[in-house]
């Protein structure tokens, strides 16, 4: 993983930053070169969960390196060979839709059509309240393109949100180091909580 060159993307799922910001610690603590990148909600909305500019803040801080936010500063990662893996995590639904379906006008978006132009994988987190219902066929799509490889996940509130599902943040590392192989982390579909 030394020297590993990583995009890391924030969607706006804002309940998971927490999680997603250790995930992060780890990829830079194991001495991959960490490039932050932020979809527009992900670093202008403030939320009960935090102000955005202290999130955009902490990643450049851990990564050393200013935050990607436009889709003018995401269009080089590929043209320009900036990076080897491209994490999206949290990845919700709004984005792993457009992702599925080549849309592509978000920063987030754009780093991963430019990043694919290399055939180089995505690692995807999911975070989303109707995994189980409308994001379904979302998954499965990605499931079955190459270059798509997905952080184990499971149902995170079976009672209150039966469609919802959470990537397991801890199993990013593990999950960036098979994807580099070309594999799947197995099992894919995880416990609930």
């Keep these: 993983m030394e020297n590993l060159r990583i995009g890391y993307a924030f969607t706006g799922s804002f309940c998971t930053f927490d999680a997603s910001m250790g995930a992060l610690q780890q990829l ?7 490039t932050p990148i932020f979809s527009h909600n992900a670093c202008t909305i403030d939320t009960r969960f935090g102000r955005a500019q202290d999130f955009v803040a902490q990643a450049e801080n851990l990564c050393r390196r200013q935050a990607i936010t436009t889709i003018l500063g995401a269009e080089p990662l590929g043209p320009k060979d900036m990076i080897d893996l491209l994490v999206v995590a949290p990845c ?30 995505v690692v995807l987190a999911l975070a989303t309240n109707d995994a189980l219902a409308a994001s379904a066929e979302n998954i499965g799509i990605l499931l079955g393109r190459k270059h798509f490889y997905f952080v184990p996940f ?26 580099l192989m070309g594999r799947q982390l197995q099992p894919l579909l995880i416990p609930s909580k």
Excluded: W, Y
Aim: net charge positive; aromatic share 4%.
């Design 28 to 34: 830079v603590e194991a001495g991959c070169q960490v």
């Design 92 to 121: 919700t639904s709004n984005t792993l839709g457009k992702i599925a379906h080549g849309i592509n006008d978000t920063s987030v978006t754009m780093a991963v059509k430019s990043h694919l132009r290399s055939q180089r994988p």
């Design 154 to 179: 499971g149902q995170d509130n079976v009672e209150k949100k039966p469609f919802s599902a959470i990537a397991d943040f801890s199993l990013l590392q593990r999950t960036v180091e098979m994807a």
